[in-house]
C-alpha cells in the first residue's frame, strides 16, 4: 500500500502530523522572536556609576536607562551625586535595563530644631536624629549638671522651632558634672559612619579627623581602625577626639572583624586584672557591634 493510500485510508494521521509540524514550527518561530527581542545569553556587567552626576552619564553603547528613586541632601555634594545603584556594579544585566539610583537632592529639606536643654548627651543626639539633623561639637563648661545646657549652630544659639536644612550639625554645649569628667571610649570597629559618630557622640566625646582611604560610595563603609582604641576604662576626658579610618566593607571580612573585636575585648580584660581596676571596666560599644 502506497503513503497516499494510506493517508487517503487514515486522514486521521496526516491531519495529526500536519497539526504536529504546525506546532512546531509556531515553537521555532516564537523561540527565535524570543531570542531577538529578549537577547537571550547576550548579558554584559552592570557598570560603576556611583560617585558620579547624574547630568555626565550621558548615554552608552548597552542604552541602560537611569531611574531616580531617592533622593538625600548632603551639603558636602551638589544635586545629582550617586550614593547608590540597583543593580550594583559588575550584576550581569541586558542591554536596555533600567538602573535604579539613589542621588543627593539638588533642594534640601527644612527640620524643626527640638528643645534638647536638659537633656543628656545620649538623648540629645537622638532627638537630633529623629528629625534629620545630626550632633556636632560638644563643648564643655564648668557646670554641676551633666546635661545639655545650649544648642548652637554655626556658633549662633539656636532655639527650639527653628528651621534648619536637614543634615545640618547642631553643637551641643554640655556640663562637666560633678563627676569624674572621663568616659569610655566605645569599641567601634565595624561600625557604619553614622553609627560610630553616634556612639562617640554619646560617649561624650567628639569625632576626630576621618579618613576614607579612596571610598566613594558611602553606604559601604565601616571603620576599620580608631584612635583612641577601645580600652574598656574611663579614661577618656569629656570632649576627647577620636579619629577614624574607613575601608569599603567588602575588603575587610566580617570574619575578621570579629576576631579583631574578641582580641580587644580579651586585651582589655586582661589589662584591667593586671591593674586591678575591676570597677573600671565596661563593655561600652560592644554590644552595638
Known amino acids: 500500500m502506497s503513503k497516499s493510500g494510506f493517508f487517503q485510508k487514515h486522514p486521521w494521521v496526516l491531519h495529526t502530523l500536519i497539526a504536529i509540524g504546525i506546532s512546531l514550527l509556531i515553537v521555532v518561530i516564537v523561540f527565535v522572536i524570543l531570542r531577538h527581542y529578549g537577547r537571550v545569553g547576550q548579558e554584559y556587567p552592570t557598570p560603576y556609576v556611583v560617585g558620579q552626576y547624574v547630568d555626565e552619564l550621558g548615554n552608552d553603547e548597552l542604552g541602560l536607562e537611569y531611574v ?5 541632601y548632603q551639603p558636602n555634594h551638589k544635586g545629582g551625586y550617586i550614593l547608590r545603584q540597583d543593580p550594583d556594579s559588575g550584576a550581569m544585566i541586558k542591554t536596555g535595563r533600567k538602573i535604579y539610583l539613589t542621588v543627593t537632592a539638588y533642594v534640601p529639606d527644612n527640620a524643626i530644631v527640638p528643645d534638647l536643654r536638659s537633656l543628656s548627651v545620649r538623648h540629645a543626639i537622638s532627638q537630633l536624629e529623629n528629625v534629620g539633623l545630626h550632633g556636632g561639637k560638644l563643648i564643655f563648661v564648668d557646670d554641676p549638671h551633666h546635661v545639655v545646657l545650649e544648642q548652637k549652630y554655626k556658633g549662633r544659639t539656636v532655639n527650639e522651632g527653628r528651621r534648619l536644612e536637614k543634615g545640618a550639625m547642631v553643637d551641643l554645649v554640655v556640663g562637666r558634672g560633678n563627676g569624674s569628667g572621663l568616659s569610655i571610649t566605645p569599641y567601634l570597629v565595624g561600625m557604619s559612619p553614622t ?9 561624650s566625646l567628639n569625632v576626630g579627623a576621618e579618613h576614607y582611604d579612596g571610598i566613594t560610595d558611602m553606604s559601604r563603609a565601616i571603620v576599620y581602625k580608631q584612635s583612641p582604641e577601645y580600652s574598656g576604662r574611663s579614661d577618656a576626658s569629656y570632649g576627647t577626639r577620636v579619629d577614624l579610618w574607613y575601608c569599603d566593607k567588602s575588603v575587610v571580612a566580617m570574619e575578621e572583624l570579629e576576631r579583631m573585636r574578641q582580641r580587644q575585648m580579651e586585651d582589655s580584660i586582661r589589662a584591667l586584672y593586671e591593674s586591678g581596676d575591676d570597677n573600671s571596666y565596661n563593655l561600652i560599644g560592644l554590644d552595638e557591634f
Do not use: P
Open 195 to 203: 553609627k560610630a559618630r553616634r556612639s562617640i557622640l554619646s560617649a
Open 68 to 72: 531616580i528613586i531617592d533622593s538625600i
